[in-house]
């Protein structure tokens, strides 16, 4: 297999062969690195700045008939920004000359969104980790470090059996996306 990249189709396509969805295709095309693309999402390491790439789209649906009819999609890629996934190289072709500002602002303000919700996320469990270290520094007869309103902030975790599991499951995931994260840890 290697190393591939993973381009999620939002919406998911489905197979004109056997009506399967298809939520996902992987690729070798751009510069591999497991990384994860939608439309909106500047690609790294694209071999092209701006044209069409066509990648196999593989559905689990025929492989499980053994239909071995070979289908494909196509990249449109604007600037090195992915713009499109289609079905027709014309159409991804004719997708190049409709990007306009407007679509440009959704994509940044949608990546600004995911970066102030991960910096969130990660400030957190930041503060969460540094105080259950601090208060586990603590001389055990300081009396006064009880009081203390940063760790009154976390009492759930420290009033718990584990206090690190119970700080990691605080910390787990919420987002739709990151669901894979989570079943993965399962
Ligand atoms: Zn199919």
């Known amino acids: 297999m290697g190393i591939f990249d993973t381009v999620r189709f939002d919406p998911p396509?489905?197979?004109?062969n056997c009506g399967t969805t298809i939520s996902e295709v992987q690729t070798k095309?751009?510069?591999?690195?497991?990384?994860?693309?939608?439309?909106?999402?500047?690609?790294?390491?694209?071999?092209i700045l701006s044209g069409v790439i066509r990648?196999?789209?593989y559905c689990?649906?025929?492989?499980?008939m053994e239909n071995s009819?070979?289908?494909?999609?196509?990249?449109?890629i604007w600037h090195t920004l992915l713009v499109g996934v289609y079905d027709d190289p014309s159409e991804a072709e004719a997708?190049?000359?409709?990007?306009?500002?407007?679509?440009l602002l959704d994509y940044l303000a949608r990546?600004?969104?995911?970066?102030?919700?991960?910096?969130d996320r990660f400030s957190r469990l930041y503060g969460e980790l540094q105080n259950l270290h601090d208060f586990q520094q603590r001389d055990e007869n300081d009396e006064a470090k009880r009081e203390d309103l940063r760790f009154f902030r976390i009492r759930e975790i420290l009033d718990a059996d584990d206090p690190l599991g119970e700080l990691i499951s605080n910390n787990r995931?919420?987002?739709?996306?990151?669901e894979t994260e989570v079943s993965r840890e399962d």
Request: hydrophobic share 30%; net charge negative.
């Open 95 to 103: 997708r190049l000359q409709t990007v306009d500002r407007a679509e």
């Open 69 to 76: 009819e070979r289908r494909s999609v196509w990249f449109s």
């Open 111 to 119: 990546h600004q969104s995911a970066a102030l919700t991960w910096h």
């Open 13 to 16: 396509r489905t197979c004109p």
């Open 173 to 178: 995931p919420q987002n739709p996306e990151d």
């Open 29 to 47: 095309v751009f510069d591999p690195g497991l990384r994860e693309y939608r439309v909106g999402d500047v690609i790294y390491g694209s071999p």
């Open 60 to 64: 689990p649906g025929c492989a499980a």
């Open 55 to 57: 990648e196999d789209l």
